[in-house]
């Protein structure tokens, strides 16, 4: 692996200044690993990028919400995309302020509503006409006024995989464009609503500026016209969904690439294409990335348990399974997998199937990956492990969510524990009738004679 923050030192890959096989033996495996200059580089650039413009880059929670992640953002002025109230709360608690939130999400409780207005947040993004209703009857009954912007399908495709593309007219997301337009000309006032802006998101790991150049166009015509028919918008969101490089090690197919460079090189081209679009426009933005932020700024590193060949084909057991990084299964991504130890140069590469313990086939972080040698205890790195891989982490098959640590140049602090299994088991409760001494048929019967009488 060869960016600029997990890079082989001595032969071993280190994050910043720690080595990361020293960091095994203070937590074990698996750990997750990020890098603080990482995301301060990524959040820095893109803020570099849109400067001048009047922007709040709002980082998307969902991709990474460890507080200390998060805090890490929000030194350096970010504000919060949350999606939940469990996703308000963090980004409170880590010191985001609060007229620097954005709430989205197409199922608000009216319960999340309250807590976002309780909240004195920036914005709602509304996604349905319906949502509107129901916020406007939660803001009047707290007798406030609900700041929304309406998030709009531009019936774009992204071009990213199905599962995380989310403008398409046929998708969940957001309200039919000709839908919202009529609406708001024919609904100027609406008690408990300030309609403040328009939001799009288009979809998730986009790679192509092009969807989002015919998107924003769609947004920005749209804003046009109904501040020409006299709305008081003044807010475009613009969403996230810039994609980074998965692949960019001495193992990939693009070999030793700079993926830092390649992120570095997209974003500039998005900044100059909305600056491009937004000249002479009289309105503010908001931007929601999350993955460009996170995504290489984390690696996943496990243990190999056991090596064994099954007929032609040799599977590489590790301690990680797809209940500490679904990805793979859930969306086929491809995850570059790194020795810790650098492997001799010329090592020859033998593909292998690198599997988790779970009870199940899907729990396979690759197929016929052509690895160089990997012996039992050997410890090895998934890249670009640090957006919607912890967050996306369950208990399955009983197994603890694994620790998170992070890294500043030569130190590290663990951010997270590994959850023990005291706090696993111990959110399990037994019903009464579980949990008294007795239990015996007999038992039962006289205790149905009871609650029949
Ligand atoms: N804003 C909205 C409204 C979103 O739905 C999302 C992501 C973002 C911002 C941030 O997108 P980003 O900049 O991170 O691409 N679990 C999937 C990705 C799901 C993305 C969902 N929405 C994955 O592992 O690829």
Redesign the pocket.
């Given at each position: 692996m060869s960016n600029r923050y997990f890079s082989y030192r001595d032969g071993r890959l280190q994050a910043s200044g720690v080595p990361l096989d020293a960091l095994a033996e203070a937590v074990g495996t698996p750990f997750y690993c990020y890098d603080a200059d990482a995301l301060e580089h990524s959040y820095s650039h893109f803020a570099t990028a849109l400067s001048g413009l009047p922007a709040t880059i709002?980082y998307?929670l969902?991709?990474n919400s460890n507080q200390a992640v998060i805090a890490t953002f929000a030194r350096l002025g970010a504000g919060a995309?949350v999606?939940s109230e469990g996703e308000l709360r963090r980004a409170l608690t880590a010191g985001v302020p609060a007229r620097k939130i954005v709430f989205?999400?197409v199922g608000k409780t009216p319960r999340e509503l309250a807590a976002g207005l309780d909240a004195g947040i920036l914005q709602f993004?509304v996604e349905s006409l319906s949502e509107l209703k129901r916020l406007a009857e939660v803001a009047t009954a707290r007798g406030t006024t609900a700041p929304v912007a309406l998030?709009v399908n531009p019936d774009v495709d992204a071009g990213t995989?199905a599962?995380?593309t989310?403008g398409r007219a046929d998708s969940k997301?957001g309200i039919d464009a000709a839908e919202a337009r009529a609406f708001l000309l024919a609904n100027r006032e609406i008690p408990g609503i300030r309609i403040e802006g328009l939001?799009v998101?288009i979809?998730?790991?986009?790679t192509d500026i092009q969807p989002y150049r015919l998107a924003f166009e769609r947004l920005i015509a749209l804003y046009r016209e109904l501040k020409t028919a006299g709305l008081p918008l003044k807010r475009l969101d613009f969403?996230?969904?810039?994609?980074i490089s998965y692949r960019h090690g001495p193992l990939s197919e693009n070999g030793a690439g700079e993926e830092v460079g390649e992120a570095d090189a997209r974003v500039t081209a998005y900044a100059e294409m909305v600056r491009g679009l937004v000249q002479g426009l009289d309105a503010d933005f908001v931007f929601?990335?999350?993955?460009?932020?996170?995504?290489n700024a984390g690696v996943l590193v496990t243990r190999v348990l056991y090596v064994k060949d099954n007929g032609p084909r040799r599977f590489v057991i590790v301690d990680a399974a797809m209940n500490d990084l679904?990805?793979p299964t859930?969306?086929d991504?491809w995850h570059e997998i790194v020795p810790l130890t650098q492997p001799a140069a010329g090592a020859a590469l033998r593909p292998v199937d690198v599997v988790g313990p779970i009870c199940e086939s899907s729990d396979t972080f690759a197929r016929e990956r052509p690895l160089p040698p990997v012996a039992e205890g050997d410890l090895l790195a998934f890249s670009s492990a640090g957006?919607?891989?912890f967050?996306?982490a369950s208990t399955y098959n009983s197994r603890p969510l694994a620790p998170e640590v992070l890294v500043r140049g030569d130190r590290y602090a663990v951010v997270r524990p590994r959850m023990d299994y005291e706090t696993m088991i111990g959110q399990d409760r037994l019903p009464d009738w579980l949990a008294g001494q007795d239990d015996s048929p007999r038992q039962r019967k006289a205790g149905r004679a009871r609650g029949a009488a």
């Open positions: 709002c998307a969902k991709a995309d999606v989205a999400g993004n998030r995989h599962k995380i989310t997301f939001a998101h979809g998730s790991q986009l969403g996230g969904g810039i994609g929601e990335p999350g993955r460009l932020l996170v995504g679904i990805r859930l969306y991504a957006a919607y891989s967050v996306m």
